[in-house]
């Protein structure tokens, strides 16, 4: 069964205490990223660990592979669940976090999102969103990430490109029917990522900024139990 993971992308302690208390009970995954952890750091994270819930620290590392290493070395130290790493950092980079023993849970970022045709063609005239995917998904799988994040798009694509590997899929990019884009491009309704058996969907201003969040990941959650494959659904 698909989990969902709640962004909480917001400027303050109050307000992701406000967002954990007002969940209790419906979420279990937070990802807390580069706002919420540049600004009140170690605090955010234990802060949902307090409240009972599951870390994916989402700093999308890209650097040298000691670099990397060392962050996600010290992502142990703070008891995370998964962090990200930017997948177009290399097969060494990828290796140097993998190496890491005892670590969390190693998710790799494949393309943004948010990135349509025109934000590729920097890597080459001819560089297609889905070939770019498909490569760096495969690197990420021969270098020991854990899972892939990508647009749920691309997991059916994913999916039949490598039928034989069990790669695990984190789908950012989630709009339930109606919502505003905001900034995503490559987008899927909860129920269409549920019925393609994604593993976790990262999820923040359709819960985030509704006027009731547990009712909008209420709402949520019963339209992917209902797309759930049957055979996914006792799990
Ligand atoms: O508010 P929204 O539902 O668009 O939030 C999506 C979350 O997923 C954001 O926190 C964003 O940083 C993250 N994300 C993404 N695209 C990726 C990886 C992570 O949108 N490829």
Redesign the pocket.
Known sequence: MTQIIV?L?VDSIKKQEDLLKALRGTIVWY?V??QLFTAHGKRAVDIVQRHGGKVFL?L?LHDIPQTVAHAVHAAQMLGVDAV?LHLMGGSDMLRAAAEVMPRPKLWG??????MGAKDVKIFAASAKIPTLVKSLAKQGWVGGADAT???PQEVGMLKKAFPHLDMKFVT????PKGAAL???NRVMTPGEAAALGIDFV?????I?HAADPRKAALDILAEMKAAAPKSLDRE
């Open positions: 962004a992308d990802k990223g580069l989402d999308k990200s970022v494949t393309v943004l999102t948010s994040i990508c647009s950012p990019g989630i709009r905001n900034d995503q990262v999820i923040g201003r359709p985030t």
